[in-house]
């Protein structure tokens, strides 16, 4: 249960960062570092929120108060934080935007007179 979870909270984690980033593009800054700053705190939080409340919650009402055992809490945000770190770099890698944008790259080293003249 542990892993489906994990996979769950970092699903929702790269939801929404998707989304925070959507809602600042909205809003309006007087500089671009208000605008990551603003980004960084708020997915900070709401990842926060998810990951650790969401899962102390879950395991208070699956194990009782016990947090330590085989499948609990401590194992759980470990997993998360792990999963975390690893999980959307590889999603990351593997998109097809990613691997459209490699091939162009690969492309124009190898072709470089192909290249467009943009100017």
Do not use: C, H
Request: glycine fraction near 2%; avoid cysteine; hydrophobic fraction near 50%.
């Amino acid at each position: 249960m542990s892993m489906f979870s994990s996979f769950i909270v970092i699903l929702i984690n790269m939801f929404l960062a998707t989304i925070i980033r959507m809602l600042a593009d909205i809003e309006i800054y007087n500089t671009p570092t208000d605008f990551y700053v603003s980004i960084a705190m708020k997915l900070t939080f709401a990842q926060f929120i998810n990951t650790a409340i969401i899962s102390l919650i879950v395991n208070i009402i699956s194990n009782g108060r016990s947090f330590d055992t085989d499948g609990g809490l401590i194992s759980d945000v470990s997993l998360i934080i792990i999963s975390n770190a690893i999980v959307p770099a590889i999603f990351e890698y593997i998109s097809i935007e990613q691997q459209v944008k490699n091939l162009k790259i690969w492309y124009y080293r190898r072709y470089p007179s192909k290249r467009m003249n943009l100017s």
